[in-house]
């Protein structure tokens, strides 16, 4: 199982950014794909996840209405679309791969990616 992210840069307050996570090395529709934030001193926080065929979707109350999280099984690649954003958005961002079930509790994930910076700034 690999899981890449991508896509993390500075953007200033009110941006927007796009994530990338590529997936391979498992059924992909099989499959739920989270977004964790892990910001500087803190611990890993779902963000976003997305499970495959049944296509169920959690938000954090504080991505919900800003995040969106999509999948395309044609190139098993999961996005998180990240509009207004904020400096409390800023952090480390991981995709992962657990079970089928869709979770924002990191310990409910055994695949990890290696992380992708944003930095939300002015």
């Known amino acids: 199982v690999q899981l890449q992210a991508s896509g993390g840069g500075l953007v200033h307050p009110g941006g927007s950014l796009v994530l990338s996570c590529a997936a391979s090395?498992?059924?992909?529709?099989?499959?739920?794909i989270g977004w964790f934030r892990q910001a500087p001193g803190k611990e890993r926080k779902g963000v976003a996840c997305?499970?495959?065929?049944?296509?169920?979707?959690y938000y954090e109350d504080s991505t919900q209405g800003r995040f969106t999280i999509s999948r395309d099984g044609a190139k098993n690649m999961v996005y998180l679309r990240m509009n207004s954003l904020k400096p409390e958005d800023t952090g480390v961002y991981f995709c992962a791969r657990g079970d089928e079930h869709c979770s924002l509790r990191s310990d409910s994930y055994r695949y990890w990616g290696q992380g992708t910076l944003v930095t939300v700034s002015s």
């Open positions: 997305k499970t495959g065929t049944l296509g169920v979707i």
């Open positions: 090395g498992f059924t992909f529709d099989d499959y739920a």
